[in-house]
T-cell receptor, first 113, second 110 residues
């Protein structure tokens, strides 16, 4: 079991460029999440998907889009990157929304110049 | 007021001593509470969860919950250098959202 995997691990973008962060889980979990983590801010929820085929906005969705491609995969897209999106991005999954434990991927460190 | 508040630290603890971490939350309807540990450059991992008022022990870790005071704490007994990390408190809000605190950095000194 790989758990939750994310690609890439590191990325540097120029302002205005676009990119997609990939996330996959092999635990047959229904719910998946995208967070960003900034110094002193804790983890903030960007988007989540309670089940395959559904997505909802979290606390900080502006500038991002998501796709729940299938039960395993949940991608996060930055259409036009801005320096304010420089952060560490974590994908997580859980059996159900609000269920006991969220399992986190290793993270993607994104720098926007 | 932040929904989940923690002291940012760093909390310096001598090896072998007890580390005490505190977390307060704003939503009186919250029902479940989690402590995650995050090593520098790594992802968070769950170490404890608690639903009921009182204490819950797991090895060297004890979580304490007081819903009336909207307060949850984590005690780490016999602290080891490997316990040096940031500890994140997370609260499942009554509307189903898991809200994280900013974390407390713990440094265990030999």
């Amino acid at each position: 079991n790989a758990g939750v995997t994310q690609t890439p691990k590191f990325q540097v973008l120029k302002t205005g460029q676009s990119m997609t962060l990939q996330c996959a889980q092999d635990m047959n979990h229904n719910s998946m999440y995208w967070y960003r983590q900034d110094p002193g801010m804790g983890l903030r929820l960007i988007y989540y998907s309670a089940s395959e085929g559904t997505t909802d906005k979290g606390e900080v969705p502006n500038g991002y889009n998501v796709s729940r491609l299938n039960k395993r995969e949940f991608s996060l897209r930055l259409e036009s990157a801005a320096p304010s999106q420089t952060s560490v991005y974590f994908c997580a999954s859980s059996v159900e929304r609000g269920e006991l434990e969220q399992f986190f991927g290793p993270g993607t460190r994104l720098t926007v110049l | 007021q932040k929904e989940v508040e923690q002291n940012s630290g760093p909390l310096s603890v001598p090896e072998g001593a007890i580390a005490s971490l505190n977390c307060t939350y704003s939503d009186r309807g919250s029902q479940s509470f989690f402590w995650y540990r995050q090593y520098s450059g790594k992802s968070p991992e769950l170490i404890m969860f608690i639903y009921s008022n009182g204490d819950k022990e797991d090895g060297r870790f004890t979580a304490q919950l007081n819903k009336a005071s909207q307060y949850v704490s984590l005690l780490i007994r016999d602290s080891q250098p490997s316990d040096s990390a940031t500890y994140l408190c997370a609260v499942n809000m009554s509307w189903g959202k898991l809200q994280f605190g900013a974390g407390t950095q713990v440094v265990v000194t030999p």
